[in-house]
């Protein structure tokens, strides 16, 4: 039995933050929060527009996000969003001590760009991509799960490792 905590699924934009979080949050019966849709209109229409978001536009967002994991502590939760720096996670784990993990959905700039390519409808355009690898600090302190295998499968060695 998984205790009840928040789970943060992060990693760059295509890496199945979605997909997976949804399927966590199903088979854990627990809330699941898309962080996407916590962003201001601001930070979509810089997105939208090619330009990469900095730790200002993020910072109102990343709070919002930890208030949504705290008031969801009772219950636990699955939360995804990008949370590319250290600094993103510290924000988003403030207050939740012993009472949420990071989980790190790890693939290759290729793969991800395939599946980035074959998107439609999303407002985090391709050319965005380098710079969220650019930016990213791999978590030391995460369960890091490879993408490279189905997504039952991937939720499955999430639940594994918790």
């Not at 809330?31 to 900095?54: I, Q, R, T, Y």
């Not at 650019?134 to 991937?154: C, R, V, W």
């Amino acid at each position: 039995m998984v205790k009840k905590q928040i789970l943060f699924v992060m990693g760059v934009s295509g890496s199945g933050k979605s997909t997976i979080g949804k399927l966590l949050a199903e088979k854990l019966n627990i809330p699941f929060f898309d962080g996407d849709n916590f962003h201001p209109e601001a930070n979509v229409k810089k997105m939208s527009e090619g330009k990469p978001l900095n730790d200002n536009d993020r910072q109102g967002w990343l709070e919002c996000l930890n208030k949504v994991a705290i008031e969801n502590i009772s219950t636990g939760a699955v939360i995804v969003c990008s949370a590319l720096k250290e600094r993103y996670r510290n924000i988003l784990g403030q207050n939740l001590e012993g009472k949420h993990q990071i989980i790190y959905l790890n693939g290759s700039f290729e793969l991800i760009s395939n599946r980035l390519n074959k998107r439609k409808n999303h407002f985090m355009p391709k050319g965005l991509l380098q710079s969220q690898f650019d930016t990213l600090e791999i978590p030391t302190n995460a369960i890091s799960i490879s993408i490279e295998q189905a997504p039952d499968d991937i939720v499955n060695n999430i639940i594994n490792k918790l």
